[in-house]
């Protein structure tokens, strides 16, 4: 799979599933396939095997794919463990300069801990003041960044026991009935002609 | 809101006679119009949503009813200069994807995807495709324009 290889104006996907308007008051009971309909030269058999079996012409074929609609999930943020360990230690160790001074029954230890930590966390709070200043003085603001959205994989491998087809028809025929496919063999031409006519008038699939 | 497209076989009362004709509803949802219905029986189509009065359900062919809704204020007639961000389909495409929705939408359910506007933002050095131009933007209202 190519991850990042997706749709452009030669390649259109789509849903489609068999109606159930004839079975059972069109509920939705059935999924919805993703059909992808494209040019040959932007097929994934073509990209891994140029020049062998190429359409002629503007050559295209269907076929129905194995991705969904649905949103993929956006990875969980990073966490940078480093950093935590190191705060972890900073709030652990007084507590720990303080047990070991009790346990050890000298008094002193946690008084000679104290101020070194304390000198720490002036130090830090001098260098985030610092890097402020220097944010504000270059007109950059922590607010003003854009989050880097990761781009979704488009999964164009056709689904178990599916092939691309010349025809969206036969591209169905292996995952409908064949019931189904019987109306679509006697769907008529004029029926056919007029919703062809109504698409190409309103463009959906360039515009949608 | 982009524009959604569903084409299904008919399941309302409305369909009468399909059996001998065919019945399919095309649904198409815009920015400006929650849902525009139509019913395609046979040659004919009928507007069932929104009811426009003079329009609904009067059975005319798709260029007519389509000139007709845009002289009512909704142009779903788009062109290519209508496309602002996004790519359009090249023609054969076009053409291929309606003559085959058209064969099997009798006996199919089919729904616009939301993969279908995603731009191939990388390209290979020796495709053939074009990058894609962003065109001016529309200043009709009602018309399938998207962001």
């Known amino acids: 799979m190519h991850p990042f290889y997706q749709l452009n104006e030669d390649r259109s996907a789509f849903q489609v599933r068999e109606t159930s308007v004839y079975t059972g008051g069109n509920a939705e009971t059935l999924d919805y396939f993703m059909a992808l309909v494209e040019a040959d030269t932007e097929s994934l058999s073509h990209r891994l095997a140029p020049g062998t079996g190429q359409l002629s012409g503007p050559g295209m074929k269907c076929a129905l794919i194995q991705q969904s609609e649905e949103y993929t999930p956006p990875p969980p943020p990073e966490e940078s463990p480093p950093a935590a360990d190191e705060e972890k230690v900073e709030e652990v160790a007084p507590e720990a300069a303080a047990e070991a001074a009790k346990t050890d029954g000298e008094e002193d230890a946690g008084d000679a801990a104290q101020p070194e930590v304390d000198e720490a966390k002036d130090e830090a709070d001098k260098q985030d003041a610092s890097e402020e200043v220097d944010a504000k003085a270059s007109g950059k603001s922590s607010e003003v960044k854009a989050p880097v959205v990761p781009q979704e994989p488009f999964n164009e491998e056709c689904i178990s026991g599916n092939v691309s087809h010349v025809y969206l028809s036969n591209s169905l025929r292996a995952a409908s009935s064949v019931e189904a496919m019987e109306r679509v063999d006697r769907t008529p031409l004029k029926l056919v002609k007029t919703v062809e006519q109504l698409l190409g008038l309103v463009r959906p699939i360039s515009f949608s | ?147």
């Open chain 2, 1 to 147: 809101m982009a524009p959604a497209l569903e084409v299904k076989a008919a399941d309302s009362p409305l369909d009468i006679d399909e059996n001998e004709e065919g019945c399919v509803h095309f649904t198409l949802s815009t920015p400006r119009v929650e849902q525009i219905k139509i019913q395609v029986r046979g040659a004919v189509c009928q507007l069932i949503d929104p009811p426009i009065e003079g329009l609904h359900l009067k059975p005319l062919s798709p260029g007519e009813l389509l000139f007709a809704l845009r002289g009512a204020g909704l142009n779903l007639m788009p062109l290519d200069a209508d496309a602002v961000g996004y790519d359009v389909k090249s023609s054969a495409l076009e053409a291929k994807v309606y003559r085959d929705i058209a064969l099997v939408a009798s006996a199919f359910d089919l729904k616009s995807s939301r993969w279908n506007a995603k731009v191939n933002i990388v390209k290979r050095s020796n495709s053939t495709t074009q990058v894609h131009s962003f065109c001016k933007r529309l200043t009709t209202p009602c018309t399938l324009s998207i962001s």
